[in-house]
């Protein structure tokens, strides 16, 4: 890398930092802020930084990062189980968007290849944003929420022919010709033995690595591996993301895949925000306030069309109305992977520089609208359709209804994830009865064909706890992870009864007396109760009377961890892990010559600060 590469990456990077900055204030995306640092360092805008080769390579291991995170996600079980989902419903979406949008791309262009690929394009949707602002939203396991992944899962898997293709169309022969079967034939070859690598010897290898406990080399293996495999299929002639998704691929079924996806994360995010610096710099500016009103039209068009293609085919495979125009208004957008199809495009010379101009500020225009479409989604549909949305709930609550009304001072389990499980195996143990609510409709039907009481219904809703026998339950035990949802079902059930137990679990400390004045009975938090369980047994093993032992838990637990409240952070503690925290502990020593000597601790002026002195040292 030579140093002016060297200082361009450093003006992106600074910029990039200050942008995010600015546009989270406004809860708007990171990939947003990218993209205008790019337009405005653009030799098109300010011209800061030149559109070099070289700084679009480093910017391409974005796009292999991210391909190598998907692939990470791909598990052959999860496909089996959402096949008709991802198969049938991704599948037909994205023929059928590509063959609308490559027709009206054919007609104006007359160009068969351009409209092959921009088709294609046009199909994506922004896995980035969509998976994010569903999950801040709660609605990630909703009904529209698993149609909307599970479309977006075919499509993230629809982007690797695409990117084999695209290289292809380089030719001035035929199109028949140029799509190369050869090449085709190459890729699967490929696939096979990386396949049969990573099961006979990929495994073994990270099982050996991880054995011998070094972070680094761990961390290096899975950089190791995933840039060799994106380095094997560039040499066959296919596309450097490919190589990083099949790599991904293999080790999805490792026990080690959560960690690889920690560890390769810090790289992905950074890379990937270059490659969307370097899609910014794309767009030209000048050459588009002539266009504006075909970027207006288009960016008009794929909102709207692929709102009602997503509705119609959501509905055909048997969703209900509101589902379906919920999973469309989520998927109406382009997305990430088009900006490296385009960006690939345009280096092979597939697409006319103005149709990239026009596509581009199409895509970028429908993602600066996405979170605002997706937040407001549940409320236009509810409108729209709300004798659907009001009959759905019916038959939801008829159906928690019918498994309430045998049972009488029962649990209600709000959340069947893995603690809800613990949880009720606990309480079957006991012979008592019990009824749990869950969004995930898969666990559902897991559950549900195991013999659990288990049904779909939102905690959040008056109806569902009614229907659940909120009258006549004896406890509630809230295991969400999300506290702002925790604190929606405590306020509900408090409008019903106020002798009620409420059990609630709490990741950390960091809003237990929010949870506590809300109306929750006891809180949970998960990094305290382990400390008082790991001190437990700590203390038997040094002798310690079992009895002194169960005293001091108690009232641990009486005092609502007042004991073990706030620690030191230190170095090592990170920025978000911090801000966190409530009660932060810090040793302050008084040098000579400090103003506090010979001051009694409640005559020092504080300054209204919260603080609270816990201990003196002499």
Known sequence: MNHITFEEIVVLLTLAVFSIVCLKRFNIAPILAYLVVGIIVSPHAMGLVDDTQDVRFIAEFGVVFLMFTVGLEFSLSKMITLRKEVFGLGGTQMLLTSLIAGSIDWYFSQNVKEAIIVGGIIALSSTA???????????????????AVSILIFQ????????VLIPTLNSDETLLLSLEIK??????IILIIMLAIGHWILRPLMRTIANIRSAELFSLSVLLIALSAAWATHAAGLSLALGSFIAGMMLSETEYRHQIEVDIRPFQNILLGLFFITVGMLLDLNALIPQL?????VALLLIVAKTFIVTMLCYLFGATPGVSLRTGLVLNQGGEFGFALLTLAFANNVIEPETIQIVLSAIILSMMLTPWIITNNGRWVKIIFKQSYLSNRQKIINKIEQNSIPLSDHVIICGYGHIGQNISRFIEEKSQNYIALDLDSIRIQEAIEAGETVVY???IHKEVLQAAGINKARAIVVTIKN?????KIIRQVRTFRNDIP???RSIDETQLDELYSEGATDVIPETLESSIIMASHLLIHLDVPLNEITKDIARARRDRYKFLRGYYPGDEASHEESSKINE????????????????RIGDINLDGRDIVFTALRR
Do not use: C
């Not at 502990?585 to 040098?591: D, P, Q």
């Open 502 to 504: 409420i059990l609630v």
């Open 129 to 147: 944003i969509v998976t994010k602002q569903l999950s801040e939203q709660l609605e990630l396991n909703s009904r529209h929420g698993h149609l």
């Open 183 to 188: 090449t085709f034939m190459t890729s699967g």
């Open 483 to 487: 506290n702002s949802a925790a604190k």
């Open 293 to 297: 009103h075909w970027v207006i039209l």
């Open 156 to 163: 993230d898997l629809a982007v690797i022919p695409l990117l």
């Open 457 to 459: 219904g939102d905690p």
């Open 584 to 599: 932060h502990m810090y040793t302050m020593v008084l040098h000579p010559g400090s103003r506090a000597i010979g001051m």
